[in-house]
């Protein structure tokens, strides 16, 4: 089936290190989205891309939607103990008209103080 | 404004019982999607619905799950009966596609556990 294959699976990095981790596909997305998962939690939304090349922020954060609409990164800068979790990448096609998505292995990320 | 109502939080019972999970989707939204969550299969998705109609239940793990939509705010998730397999936490996530493809927005999740 579709898959997404999102890396790296785990990181654990020092209090104000940035981040990075992304999402390649063999298929082709007309959106991207990153998911935070905090733990007993549902998945929250960070940020979503609507264009091939599209570069957006909010805050501390900041994503990418690849050029060949296969691959997405994002990146955390100066990561804080609050940013652990679980990172998830997801890809839906507008054709699909159902706002079904699928959805990266997740990466969890945990931050030492 | 409201967002993904899931309930219960947590669910613990016995192998052979009947378990019900019930979402509310956000008030608007016209897609609804089952998840489940475990440490081996990461988020599953299982099922989802488009105007109240379902449109692929190929995630459903066997006969044992069932899902209803009988109005646009409000889906059941069934199994029964229950087996210690199926624990995991389920999520049930909302979204209006539209024309641009809106975001899936989650619930907290429902907690269940099979004795």
């Known amino acids: 089936g579709q898959q997404l294959n999102q890396s790296p699976q785990s990181m654990f990095i020092q209090e104000g290190e940035d981040v990075s981790m992304n999402c390649t596909s063999s298929s082709i997305f007309n959106t991207w989205l990153w998911y935070k998962q905090d733990p007993g939690e549902g998945p929250v939304l960070l940020i979503a891309?609507?264009?091939?090349?599209e570069l957006t922020s909010n805050g501390r954060l900041t994503a990418q939607f690849g050029i060949t609409r296969k691959d997405s990164f994002l990146n955390i800068s100066a990561s804080i103990p609050s940013d652990v979790g679980i990172y998830f990448c997801?890809?839906?096609?507008?054709?699909?008209?159902?706002?079904?998505?699928?959805f990266g292995q997740g990466t969890t990320l945990q931050v030492k103080p | 404004d409201a967002g993904v109502i899931q309930s219960p939080r947590h669910e613990v019972t016995e192998m052979g019982q009947e378990v019900t999970l019930r979402c509310k989707p956000i008030s608007g939204h016209n897609s609804l999607f089952w998840y489940r969550q475990t440490m081996m299969r990461g988020l599953e998705l299982l099922i989802y619905?488009?105007?109240?109609?379902?449109?692929?239940d190929s995630g459903m793990p066997e006969d044992r799950f069932s899902a209803k939509m009988p109005n646009a705010s409000f889906s059941t998730l069934k199994i029964q009966p229950s087996e210690p397999r199926d624990s995991a936490v389920y999520f049930c996530a909302s979204s209006y596609p539209g024309f641009d493809n809106q975001p899936q927005h989650f619930g907290d999740g429902t907690r269940l556990s099979i004795l």
């Open positions: 997801a890809g839906g096609r507008v054709s699909s008209n159902t706002g079904k998505l699928i």
């Open positions: 619905f488009n105007n109240n109609v379902p449109i692929d």
């Open positions: 891309l609507y264009k091939a090349g």
